[in-house]
């Protein structure tokens, strides 16, 4: 994946990722990795595409970078106005590797004012998980309380 400064297609957060997992198959050369979006049509969640949308781009090129026949899916969440992104390597290779990349993009998460984790780095399924502020981008409904999707 290309971290250069061009605007990444894509306005919902499900569109951004279906591009970035579009361009990181085309650049797995080796084909051994598997990607899945599992973000459904209806989250409909406005994201900065030159904020949130290269931070992304970046935490799934770390992902990916560090899986060896990986089994990646992707999925999102809302709890209020927080957006949860999930990235979950179901065949996880090397986690002291995954950890240590995540690790030096930490700084930009929090730059975001999202955090970043990682929950079972040494086992065979780790999920990387960016939590962020759901922002006021063109798009987005005000967040309530009771609501964990927007719906288009």
């Known amino acids: 994946m290309n971290s250069s400064n061009k605007t990444i297609a894509g306005k919902t957060l499900k569109q951004l990722v279906d591009r970035l997992v579009n361009d990181s198959l085309h650049q797995t050369c080796s084909g051994k ?11 409909c969640i406005y994201v900065d595409e030159l904020k949130e949308g290269v931070f992304i781009s970046q935490l799934l090129a770390t992902v990916v970078t560090n899986a060896r026949n990986g089994d990646i899916h992707i ?4 709890f209020r106005d927080i957006i949860t992104l999930e990235i979950e ?17 930490e700084p930009e998460a929090n730059r975001l004012g999202g955090s970043l984790s990682i929950m079972g780095a040494q086992k065979l399924v ?17 967040p309530h309380y009771f609501q964990t999707r927007y719906y288009c």
């Open 126 to 142: 780790a999920k990387v998980s960016f939590s962020f502020p759901l922002l006021t981008v063109q798009g987005n409904l005000p």
């Open 33 to 43: 990795n598997s990607i899945v979006n599992e973000m459904t049509d209806n989250m």
């Open 89 to 105: 390597d179901r065949n996880n290779y090397n986690g002291y590797a995954l950890a240590a990349g995540l690790q030096s993009i």
């Open 75 to 78: 999925s999102a969440g809302q």
